[in-house]
C-alpha cells in the first residue's frame, strides 16, 4: 500500500536538490518542513459513478494518510461527495515537520547518523567544506569510507597554510595522507580546494592541476629518434625514444634532421651520412608549441634545431600535411620540406584518396611556390583524388630525392 499511495511524495523528496535541503538542515539542526497536497486516487465527483472498486480504493487511499497522522501533521477538511454525502476528515494536505522526519521516512536516517559523525569534527575547522561534504558523491564516498573525512581535514589543512606547486602528486607531503588517496579522490580533493580558494575558478581536479602544476605520473616520451648513419649511435644504439626536453640536451654531431610524422616512413629511412631522423605520431612534433610542460617541453626548446641548416620535413600531401609543415616552419623558419610538391602529387595520382581532414581553403601563407602548387594540384583533382598519404610514396622517389641532393649514401 505504501507504493500505491506516496509513490509521487518519496521521488519529491528523493530529488537530488530535496535530500541536499534535507541533510543540510539536519546537519545544522535547522528547523524545516514539507508540506504536500494530496490528490485522491479517484476524483470525488467521479467516485459514486466509478462503482464500488473505486470507493474501496479511495477508503484504503484515506485510511493510509490517516495513519500517518501519528509522526506527521495531516490537515483534514469536510468533503461532500456526489451521491455519497459529507466524508469528513477527508486528509487534504501532509505537513513532513522536520528533516529528521523524511529522513526516517526515506529510510535514510541511520546513513545520516553515520555521515554526521564523521563529518562534523571537519565543519568545525572547515565550515566552508559543507556544501563539498553534502554534494551526492561525496557524500556516499563518506558513507562507504570510516576515514575519508578525516584525510580531506588533512588535505584542507596543508591547502589552505601553503602549497607545493610544480611537482608530482608524489612530492606532495601531506600529514596522514598518501598520495594515492588524492589520485583515488580526484573530485573531492578539487571541491575542498574550490571551497578554500573559491577565488581561483577551480572547477575540477585537471583544472586544479593546471593552476598549481601538479602532475600524475610522468609524460611517456612520443619523440622517435633514429640514426641515419651507422657511424653515429646513441650508447651503441641506433634509435631511442625521447622528450622535447631530452632532445634539447642531447648533443649530437650531425649535420642534417629530417622529420617525418609517420613512423614506417621514420623506420625505415635510407642511410643518410651524418643524419638523423625524428618521427612521431600525428602531432605530436608539429603540435602547438605553447603546451609542453616544464618536464617535457616543447620542440621550441631543442635550440640546436634551431641552428642547425640542413632540416627536412615530410608529410602526407593533404591540406592536414601542408598545414603541418606550415606549422613546423613557424617554429623553424629554415625547415625545408621533403617530396611535398606538384611534380610528387602528379606522380602518385594512383594512389590518391579523398581528403576528409580540416576544411581550410587557401593554402597557408608559409609555403612555398613549389608546395603552394602541390597544394593546389591536388585540390583541383576530383573529391576522390585529393590526398596522398606519404606512406604510399614509393620508396624509389625518395632514394631519387636524396641521390638529387647527393644525400643517399
Known sequence: MMERYDAELRKKLSSRARLLEIYRAALQHESWHYEYVLHPPVALKQVAQAGTAAIVQVKEWVAFWRELAQDWEVETSDKRVAGLGVQHAFPVRVTIPSAEAALTYL????????????????????????????????????????????????????LISGYRTDCYLRELDIPHVDTKFIERHQDPVARVFAALHPESGVSDFRTLCTQLQWRIRPEEPHIYLRSLDPALTFAGMQSCMATPMQLAALHLPVERVFVTENKVNGTVFPTVKDALVLYGAGNSITGNSSTGSRITGSMDDVTWLHTLKELYYWGDLDRDGFTMLARFRRQFPQAQSLLMDEATATACQDFAVPDDGTAIAEPPAELTAAERAGWLYLQGQPPAHRRIEQEKVPMHLLTAWLQQHDLHV
Do not use: N
Open 107 to 158: 529510510g535514510e536516517r541511520r546513513h545520516f547518523e553515520t555521515f554526521a559523525a564523521r563529518v562534523r569534527p571537519l565543519l568545525v575547522t572547515f565550515p566552508c567544506l559543507e556544501s563539498v561534504c553534502l554534494q551526492p558523491k561525496v557524500r556516499e564516498l563518506m558513507l562507504q569510507e570510516a576515514g575519508l573525512a578525516a584525510a580531506l581535514g588533512e588535505v584542507a589543512a596543508y
